[in-house]
Structure formats: C-alpha cells, structure tokens
C-alpha cells in the first residue's frame, strides 16, 4: 500500500464532531486535497480506561486540562458501527481508509472490515502484546514514537518481527496537542535513518504542530510518510481541532510536500550543457597574427562558453600563435603552436 513517493494520511480522528456527515465531508476533503489515505480511530472509553474520578484518570495541562480520560475518549471516539460504512463511502470516492486500533478487539474489528494497514498510537508504542496482535496479519504497520525511548523503539519493531512483518514505518512525532515547531527536533529523522533503515525499517512524521513547514522539512530529511490532522472548520469545535488543519490548508501541505519531494531527486552530476553557454572560456580579444605571442591582451577568460576552458589559460599564455586569429573567436588547441597541455 505504501508506494515509492511520500505516503500522506489525512487523520480524522475526533475530527468527526459525532456527525458521519461531517465525517464523509471529512474523507471527501482528504481525496481533494490529494492525501493518498484516510485515518480513522477505532477505540471506545471502555477499551481505552475505566469510567473513574481518580486523580490518576485526571488530564494535566494541555488542549484537554481538567478533563477525565473517560469522558474525553467517550466524546471523541469514532461509533463503531460508523466504521464499514465510512470505509465504504472511503472506497466510493477512491481513497485507503484504515485505522488505529486500540486493543485486541479493535483488530479483530478491522480485519473483518478488511482494512489494508495498521497504525500504533505513539501511548500504544511499547504495548508489545497489542503490537504483535496486529501485526500478525500480516499488513503493514507504522507506528509513533512520540513517548517511547530508543530501547522501546526497537522494541517494537522486533514486535514485528517476531511474528513475521517487516512491512515497518517509525514515525517521529512530538506527542504535544498542539506541538511548538521549535520543540520538534527533525533532526532525530536522519537519526533514525541510519540506526533503523539497515533494518530494512521506513521513517516518517506524525505532526501535530498548526505548521507545514516541518512536514516539507521532515521530507528533505528523508521521511517517506507524513500524517496530519484534518478538519473542515476548526470553528467546529472537534476534540482534536486545535492542531488540524483546514482543507486548504492540508492541500497546500501536500502541494509543499510533493514540491519538496520532485525538488530533492535524486543524485545527480550530469551537467546542463545549455546552461553552461554562459560559462566562461578563453576567448580572442584582439586580433591576432600568426606568429604573435599570446598575452593577457590578446586572449581572456570571458564568457561566453565554447573555447578553452579558463584552466589552460597558464599553458596558452606565452606560446605563439599557429595561424590568424579573428577577434571574437574562441580559442583551439589548433591555435596554438605545438598544442597546449591537455
């Protein structure tokens, strides 16, 4: 399913407001802003916690300060039997839809709805039991590292393994709602590159800042998926408004992306030869006689390209000249008597 340019998912988690309408407007938005998949999440209160008023259950700080996990996961989940059908209007309109599950249930949930991949919350990133669950049907898997140590990283990617997937992509991601630019670190990209690429493992970016620039950066570092919130109208007031991005604004991100991705290539030395006629090389300046010495005078490195290049100017300079020479006219190595060095 992931192909060879940078894979981008539309996440609409709580996006949704309650409303499948707004929810099918949401995966129709994530076709025509050019997103290559949809995600949903597929989780209840009940799977994700317990119903409890325990200081524990408290959330502190954030988009969501003061709020109980249960609650919270009660407004924003996605009804389960929304599910087939918005993978059916998903297939309808021509875009992947699948999701993330939360526990084991989810995944049997899915795999009846057939979906093609699975997506590891970065707060389910060391859950190894649920990673292996998943994992061993056998579709691709990606997964945030947005709380997880290096060791809990390889983890999870030996999770994988252990069961036979290696169709594996780490995403970097900052688990702040919103996530400041300045806290992200892009860099760590390059970082796990080189320690998970020679494990045959793809990198990519869950960004949750209100920017496009670090998905447009994250690209130029090498990341092959990028993820992003999607909302139709912030105004709307969905749980996770508040680090999504409008349609407009999500189109333009992919429009940077894919920009950025045709910029960077690939290796290239080749030379433009069209572009090298406003090289310099050495030139006539004056006319000259056969016989007359070649002097700074007489010939110069200026532009444009088609005489010798500038480098022989030393061996030219001093020999005498084979035969007339008009001004204007690029020098030869037949110009020169007894040739010039090559």
Sequence with gaps: MLCNRVFIIAEMS????GDIDLAKRIISAAKDAGADAVKIQTYTADTMTIDSRRDEFRIRGGLWDGRYLYELYQKASTPWEWQPLLKKYADEVGIPLFSTPFDKTAVDFLEKMN?????????????????RYAAKCGKPMIISTGISTL??????V??????GNSDITLLKCTSAYPAKVEDM????IRDMISRFGPQGVKIGLSDHSMSIVPPIAAVALGARVIEKHLTLDRSLGGEDSGFSLNADEFAAMVDAVRS????LGGVDYSVNEKGRMFARSLFAVSDIKAGDVFTEKNIRSIRPYGGLPPGKMESVL???AA????????MEVRFVEGGCAE
Excluded: W
Excluded at 14 to 17: E, F, G, S, Y
Excluded at 115 to 131: C, G, N, Q, R, T
Excluded at 323 to 330: E, F, M
């Design 14 to 17: 709580a996006n949704h407001c």
């Design 115 to 131: 979906v093609p991949m699975y997506k590891i919350a970065s707060f389910e990133a060391f859950d190894y039991p649920l990673i």
């Design 151 to 156: 060791d809990e990283i390889q983890g999870a």
């Design 158 to 163: 030996d999770a994988c393994k252990e069961v």
């Design 185 to 188: 670190n892009l860099a760590t």
């Design 260 to 263: 950025t991705e045709a910029a």
């Design 318 to 320: 001093g020999r005498r």
């Design 323 to 330: 035969c007339d020479i008009a001004r204007g006219t690029p």
